[in-house]
């Protein structure tokens, strides 16, 4: 078994068997490259009932926990990471919508290097647009400042402001949301799984990437590689795990008082000492060089350009790639850069600066936080 999808549910069933119907169609893979495994945090609706005949093509396991006040999504998760069977662990939440180039996606970066901690994207969808499921199409509306507001997440906003490309960022950690994130199992195991002290909402992920970081973990991200979240009512809002985050990893950030990290990218994303905390670089940026990628035959000319312009050092980088069919994202990832900013930007991911002080006002409306499940 290559991959293993683990998948904690609670009392959503409908929006949970139009995603487990989406994983069927993964090209090129079938029963014995890939399991899907449901961890039900003590619903009060029949879940095994209504999803036990939607998997054709893949094997599915099905966890149930009796509701208690342990329950957590940490909790559930470590129980389905325990059941895997999988090479690769999966992380995504029951009302994401995958493509069927999924698993490929992933595997396209496995073959450069197996180690890799993977992380996907969020793309917010009303159901109806997913009818069905047009990924690209999708993508094409949600990049767009008349959609963006209501589609993208905050991390776009960071992957346009900071990179595409991780190891230009000092915490390439905090990109890991376990709505779209896949692990090597054996580092996993390695760390002790997530923390069940997490018992409210969110950053019991993100506290996961840091210790996955800290522990060597090398993280990227895959551009290609986005989860559709089918759009449903709000959670109630309460208090999350922010202060508990902070207590635990008091030494997460070096440079940056953490308080301030929700408001940030509400300042002018454009300016060299707003980003400066966040670079990998620290240095002092005194030029700027913009690479364009739109011929696939000329791939080979611009790796060989970028070098070139990595032995400069204090320069930023921006490669903008216009193909988007090549190993460019996971070349530029996989360059070791020192003394230099190398920016990858695919252009169909370009957020125009409209769409991009959109997406900042509604992420700056929505820092209230929402109760768990």
């Known amino acids: 078994m290559r991959f293993s999808f683990v998948i904690p549910t609670y009392n959503k069933r409908e929006f949970l068997k139009r995603t487990l119907a989406a994983l069927n169609p993964q090209a090129g893979y079938g029963r014995k490259d890939y399991e899907v495994i449901v961890v039900d945090d003590g619903s009060s609706e029949d879940v095994l009932g209504h999803i036990k005949k939607v998997n054709s093509n893949y094997p599915l396991n099905y966890i149930y926990l ?14 389905g990471l325990k059941a895997a069977r999988g090479k690769y662990v999966i992380f995504i939440d029951d009302d994401m919508l995958l493509g069927t180039d999924y698993l490929a996606q992933l595997d396209r970066y496995y073959e450069q290097d197996p180690e ?3 992380v996907g994207t969020r793309i917010n969808c009303p159901v109806e647009q997913m009818q069905p499921l047009d990924p690209q199409a999708i993508k094409q509306k949600a990049f767009t400042p008349q959609y963006a507001e209501r589609m993208l997440e905050e991390r776009h906003v960071t992957f346009n402001s900071l990179s595409y490309n991780l190891q230009a960022q000092k915490y390439p950690w905090m990109m890991s949301s376990t709505c779209n994130l896949c692990v090597p199992k054996k580092q996993l195991m390695r760390i002790g799984g997530f923390d069940e002290s997490f018992l409210k909402w969110g950053f019991e992920d993100m506290e996961l990437g840091y210790r996955l970081h800290t522990g060597g973990s090398r993280f990227v991200v895959n551009s290609k590689l986005p989860a559709f ?7 109630p809002e309460g208090a999350n795990n922010f202060n508990h985050f902070i207590k635990k990893c008091k030494d997460a950030f070096k440079d940056i008082n953490p308080i301030q990290l929700t408001t940030v990218f509400g300042q002018n994303t454009d300016d060299a000492e707003t980003l400066k905390p966040f670079r990998a670089y620290g240095g002092v940026i005194t030029q700027r060089q913009i690479i364009e990628f739109r011929q696939p035959d000329t791939i080979e000319a611009v790796k060989q350009e970028i070098l070139a312009a990595l032995q400069q050092k204090g320069i930023e980088i921006i490669v903008r790639d216009s193909v988007e069919d090549s190993d460019l994202d996971i070349w530029c990832q996989l360059h070791p850069v020192s003394d230099a900013v190398l920016h990858y930007q695919p252009q169909s991911l370009d957020l125009t600066l409209p769409a991009a002080a959109a997406v900042i006002n509604y ?11």
């Not at 208690?68 to 998760?77: D, G, I, N, P, V």
């Not at 992420?363 to 499940?373: N, V």
């Open 229 to 235: 979240h089918q759009e449903h009512p709000a959670a």
């Open 363 to 373: 992420l700056l409306a929505q820092k209230t936080g929402r109760a768990h499940k």
């Open 66 to 79: 009796d509701r208690s006040a342990l329950s957590c999504r940490s909790r559930s998760r470590n129980y």
């Open 116 to 118: 890799l901690v993977i």
